[in-house]
């Protein structure tokens, strides 16, 4: 069974602060996506990684292929960082999320 | 450049009835994906539709059921709805690669449905 886990559930960070959100699927995919989403639901893909590691301004994810594993950070966290924060593995086409985790930064 | 539309935005429906959302994708995208989210749980994956057919579903019931156009939009019917339908449905849409990954997701800002 396909299953995603992210880690941990809730997070609250000081404005500043270097956060680190987890992520772990339980098969073999062919991509690995972080989503952001918003209050109100809309939702913002941030990255798609199949291998290593990728970066956009404050923001960095890697993944550990062999052991099933991603990581999204957030270097100097802002409070308009907070949102909910969602791992999807791609298996073919079909997509398994993750429950999210929500961060709230506070100024 | 639209990014992926969704109409409507908010629905209230009754149980028994019947319902259609609609996506339009991102200009240049070919496939779109209908995913269900009940409050505070991520995604759940519906079905995928690619060349007018359904290529890939998720563990919902015939009850759900889609539709693309020859212009790539798309259209999510969900048939005697239950209490439990109740949800936010996002549509994103992507360029299909063949055999392999898709790119990054552009998601719509969802329909919110309720059933009473």
């Known amino acids: 069974k396909n299953e995603v886990e992210q880690s941990p559930q809730n997070l609250t960070a000081q404005e500043g602060e270097f956060i680190t959100i987890n992520c772990s699927y339980s098969v073999g995919i062919s991509a690995l996506h972080w989503l952001q989403q918003h209050p109100g639901g809309g939702i913002v893909s941030l990255f798609m990684l199949s291998s290593g590691k990728k970066k956009h301004g404050r923001l960095i994810a890697t993944i550990n292929i062999q052991e099933k594993h991603s990581s999204l950070h957030i270097t100097a966290s802002h409070p308009r960082d907070s949102a909910v924060y969602i791992c999807a593995a791609e298996y073919g086409q079909n997509f398994v999320f993750g429950p999210g985790t929500r961060l709230s930064v506070l100024p | 450049d639209a990014g992926v539309t969704q109409s409507p935005t908010h629905l209230i429906k009754t149980r028994g009835q019947q319902v259609t959302l609609r996506c339009s994708p991102k200009?240049?995208?070919?496939?779109v994906s209908w995913y269900q989210q009940a409050l505070g749980q991520g995604p759940q994956f519906i079905f995928q539709y690619y060349e007018e057919e359904e290529r890939q579903r998720g563990n919902f019931p015939d009850r759900f059921s889609g539709h693309q156009f020859p212009n790539y939009s798309s259209e999510l019917n969900v048939n005697a709805l239950l209490l439990g339908d109740s949800a936010l449905y996002l549509c994103?849409?992507?360029?299909?690669?063949?055999?392999?990954?898709?790119?990054?997701?552009?998601f719509g800002s969802g329909t919110q449905l309720s059933v009473l």
């Open positions: 994103a849409s992507s360029i299909r690669q063949g055999i392999g990954a898709n790119e990054k997701l552009f």
């Open positions: 200009s240049g995208h070919d496939t």
